[in-house]
Structure formats: C-alpha cells, structure tokens
C-alpha cells in the first residue's frame, strides 16, 4: 500500500464516515414525531392504534367498492414543525436581504411566491386502510388548499 492511498484510507475513515452518519441522523430528524410515527406504522397499524396515537380524525371516508376507508387529520403545524432544523429561518433572513435589491428592480411586491411567510401552514394527513383487516395501507401529507376532499 501507497503512502498516498493509506492516507486517502485515513481521511475516509476518520472523515468521511462520521460525517454520512452526521448526514443521516440530521435528516432522521427532520420528520416530525408524527411522520415517524406513520412511516413505522405502515402496512402494520390498526385503525384503534392509530386512533390511540393521534385522536379521532378530522373527516372519514368509506369506498364500498374499492374496500378501503379514508381518514384526514387536519394539522396547523407550526414553523418549528414544519423546519426543525431551522433551515428556513436562514432563508427568511436572505429573502428579507434581497427584498429592497428586487423591489428597486422592480420585482418586488406583496405576492412574492418565494416569501416563506406565504407558505401554507395548515396540514392535512390522509391516511387510508383496509376495510377488511383495518391496516393502515398509505399515507401521505398535504397542504390543506391541495387536498380534494
């Protein structure tokens, strides 16, 4: 072995491993307890589980013919649980920075889709099971403008 790729062997050893698992504990975190929660329950969580965890839902749902129930948890999720790891304030920061510079362009204004204040805060979670074993089967999120109910 080459003074060069023993070298190489170290740096990656003592660098570059510890900073993949930086890299994945930082995103492990950066779901909220109750997407955890979902993403641990799928395809193993009962409909009285799920009730146990979050409450009752905000609406249900029943398809007799596709034989599934549909159940929406309607959330206004604060700006801590929408960014824990407080990424967006930094982009809050740089926005305000360069609002006067695009205002004096001539870009700027009250409808700005990059202002983070714009953003919508209300969440609804759609869950879905199985109406004949009563299995959580999908989840997902969804701003509460976007979701056909």
Not at 113 to 127: A, D, K, Q, V
Request: proline share 4%.
């Amino acid at each position: 072995m080459t003074v060069f790729s023993r070298n190489v062997s170290l740096l990656s050893a003592r660098v570059l491993w510890p900073l993949a698992v930086l890299l994945v504990m930082s995103l492990a975190a950066c779901s909220s307890g109750r997407e955890s929660y979902l993403k641990d329950a799928l395809r193993k969580a009962t409909q009285q589980e799920v009730v146990e965890q979050f409450g009752e839902p905000w609406k249900k749902k029943t398809s007799v013919l596709r034989g599934q129930s549909t159940w929406v948890y309607r959330y206004a999720l604060t700006q801590d649980d929408l960014d824990p790891m407080g990424v967006d304030k930094l982009g809050r920061s740089v926005f305000k920075a360069t609002e006067g510079v695009t205002a004096m362009m001539g870009l700027g204004g009250g409808n700005n889709p990059l202002n983070p204040g714009l953003r919508p805060r209300c969440y609804h979670y759609i869950l879905t099971f199985d109406d004949a074993t009563k299995i959580l089967q999908r989840w997902l999120r969804e701003a509460c403008a976007d979701t056909d109910l």
